[in-house]
C-alpha cells in the first residue's frame, strides 16, 4: 500500500528546509562535570554488556556440557542395561556348577551328567554373547579389584599373596566388574 503524501506535510518539508537554523539553536557545550557522568554511565553500560556476555558464554558452555554428560550417561545405561539380569543369572549358573558336580558322582558316561553339560555350556555361550566374562582366579596374584579374600591359608607349594583356590567365579560385564571372584589366598609358608 502506497503513501500519498498529504499537503500538510509537504508544507511542514517546505517550511522545514526554507529556515535555516539559527546559530543559538545548537546544543550548549558540555560542562566538564556532564562529560565524566556522561562517560560513568557509558563505563558502567560497557561492564553490564560484558558481564551479561560473560554470562551468556559461561551459560551456553554449561549447557554444552550438560548435553555430552546426557549424552554420555544415556549411552553407558544401555550398555549396561542387563547388568542386573546377568548377574541374577551368574547366580543361577552357579547352582547349576554345583548340581554338574554332583552329577558327576554318577559318572561322566550319565545321560544327567551330558545333558546338565550341554545345558551349561549354553549358558556360558549366551551370557558370553552379552559381554560377560569370568573372571578366572586360581594361581593368580590376588587383586583387591577382582578378588574378595574370605580366608588366608598357609602355603609351603605357593607363593604369599597368590590365590590358591576360588570359591566362587567373578564376573566382569564388558569393561566392568559385575562380581568379584570369592577366594582363598596364600599365606605363605607357614611360621614354626
Do not use: C, W
Amino acid at each position: 500500500m502506497k503513501k500519498i503524501p498529504t499537503e500538510q506535510s509537504k508544507e511542514m518539508k517546505q517550511s522545514a528546509s526554507a529556515k535555516p537554523m539559527p546559530s543559538s539553536a545548537a546544543p550548549p557545550p558540555a560542562t566538564d562535570a556532564e562529560q565524566a557522568e556522561a562517560e560513568d554511565a557509558t563505563a558502567s553500560l560497557q561492564a553490564d554488556l560484558d558481564r551479561f556476555r560473560d554470562l551468556a558464554l559461561r551459560s551456553q558452555a554449561d549447557f554444552e556440557n550438560y548435553k555430552k554428560r546426557a549424552a554420555r550417561e544415556k549411552e553407558e545405561a544401555i550398555k549396561y542395561a542387563n547388568g542386573s539380569l546377568l548377574e541374577k543369572l551368574v547366580a543361577i549358573v552357579d547352582n547349576f556348577e554345583l548340581g554338574l558336580e554332583a552329577a558327576k558322582g554318577e559318572g561322566e558316561q550319565s545321560p544327567v551328567y551330558s545333558g546338565m553339560t550341554l545345558v551349561l555350556k549354553q549358558l556360558n555361550d549366551f551370557l558370553a554373547e552379552n559381554g560377560l566374562q569370568a573372571i578366572d582366579s586360581e594361581g593368580k596374584t590376588f587383586d583387591p579389584n577382582l578378588h574378595e579374600a574370605i580366608v588366608h591359608e598357609p602355603s609351603d607349594q605357593v607363593p604369599e599373596g597368590l590365590v590358591l583356590r576360588q570359591t566362587r567365579r567373578g564376573y566382569r560385564l564388558k569393561d566392568r566388574l559385575l562380581r568379584p571372584a570369592k577366594v582363598v589366598v596364600s599365606s605363605g609358608p607357614e611360621s614354626k
